[in-house]
């Protein structure tokens, strides 16, 4: 399985767009790449998932370059309860697989 | 529609005790998984069955831990005997299908291991 790379954490304040970066160097061409969210005491919920350019969902976007090697969540105007852990995984088989994934904390 | 149930939420054992959890999927998920996730780590895929056979249990500690899921719906995980090492939170995940995107993956709140 792929193996992702991603900030430890991240700060922000309410109203900001959090960009998260991912770095997947060693992606398979039929990899796909999803992202999830983790509030504590719960488990993870998927927030995106794209293999190439820009997916928009209501809660998020994903950017791919052309190379796949990295990708980039984008949460626009977050709130205080978009403070969780985030979660890139890259995978063929869609089954959830987990790095150390970056923890956002956002401020009032 | 109803989530991932998991139980017991929290479970505190001495050590070489033994513990089992519980997990009831969503109805109609042909898959389940369990996750180990150790605190300030992501999760780590234990076990993956498809209906009630068991797909992978390659990182399955065999010696201490087993799992089942009798008649491919609730599923139940077994540690024996607890290492203090086990400590941590063991998430069930259910799917449709073997196949599906990243959206089709529904995660359990978990049960909280402590062993001491």
């Known amino acids: 399985l792929a193996k992702t790379t991603q900030p430890i954490s991240m700060d922000s304040y309410e109203g900001q767009e959090v960009n998260i970066t991912c770095s997947h160097n060693?992606?398979?061409?039929?990899?796909?790449i999803t992202w999830y969210q983790q509030f504590p005491s719960q488990g993870p919920r998927f927030i995106i998932q794209?293999?190439?350019t820009k997916v928009t969902n209501e809660v998020a976007s994903l950017f791919i370059p052309a190379d796949r090697k990295s990708s980039t969540l984008s949460l626009p105007r977050v709130s205080l309860s978009d403070t969780a852990v985030y979660y890139c995984s890259s995978g063929g088989s869609y089954i959830p697989t987990f790095g150390r994934g970056t923890s956002l904390i956002v401020h009032p | 529609e109803a989530g991932v149930a998991q139980s017991p939420r929290y479970k505190i054992i001495e050590k070489r005790q033994s513990v089992a959890f519980w997990c009831n999927p969503i109805?109609?998920?042909?898959?389940l998984y369990w996750y180990q996730q150790i605190l300030g780590q992501g999760p780590k895929l234990l076990i993956q069955?498809?209906?009630?056979?068991?797909?992978?249990d390659s990182q399955l500690p065999k010696d201490r831990f087993s799992a089942e899921r009798l008649k491919g719906v609730d599923s139940t995980l077994k540690i024996q005997p607890a290492k203090l090492e086990d400590s941590a939170v063991y998430l069930c995940a259910s799917s449709p299908t073997f196949s599906d995107r990243g959206y089709g993956y529904t995660f359990g709140s978990g049960t909280r291991l402590t062993v001491v």
């Open positions: 060693n992606i398979a061409t039929n990899d796909y």
């Open positions: 069955f498809q209906n009630n056979g068991v797909v992978d």
């Open positions: 794209g293999y190439k």
């Open positions: 109805s109609g998920h042909a898959t």
